[in-house]
């Protein structure tokens, strides 16, 4: 079983940026060839997903709410995982976890996801 340590989150204003990070430890084998995942939970909504990254970096896939303004990437030699947010909404507002998945391609389904981290707290105010 992996760890998974969500940072970054905040407090910002409507039209400002954050980037999360997503740091992994605590497997013998690093998240490297792990597919992984940032989802998001609003009080009062379900989980949603928001973008996923294959284990190379190469692939990625957003939700329609986040496209053009989320960007997931992912440093391996680190084991950590990044969401970069511009353009935030005050309907961004939400916790936000990192997940990784065994599956070999892009998951968009919280079910594929076999870790996942405490989450960090993002408010936007508008």
């Known amino acids: 079983q992996v760890q998974l340590v969500e940072s970054g989150g905040g407090s910002v204003q409507a039209g400002g940026s954050l980037r999360l990070s997503c740091a992994a430890s605590g497997r013998l084998f690093s998240i490297s060839r792990d597919t992984m995942g940032w989802f998001r939970q609003a009080p009062g909504k379900e989980r949603e997903f928001l973008a996923s990254?294959?284990?190379?970096?190469?692939?990625?896939d957003y939700a329609p709410s986040v496209s053009g303004r989320f960007t997931i990437s992912r440093d391996n030699a680190k084991n950590t995982v990044y969401l970069q947010m511009s353009s935030l909404k005050p309907e961004d507002t939400a916790v936000y976890f990192c997940?990784?998945?065994?599956?070999?391609?892009?998951?968009?389904?919280?079910?594929?996801?076999?870790?996942w981290g405490q989450g960090t707290q993002v408010t936007v105010s508008s």
């Open positions: 997940a990784a998945s065994r599956v070999p391609g892009i998951a968009k389904m919280d079910y594929l996801y076999d870790d």
């Open positions: 990254i294959i284990w190379s970096g190469s692939t990625t």
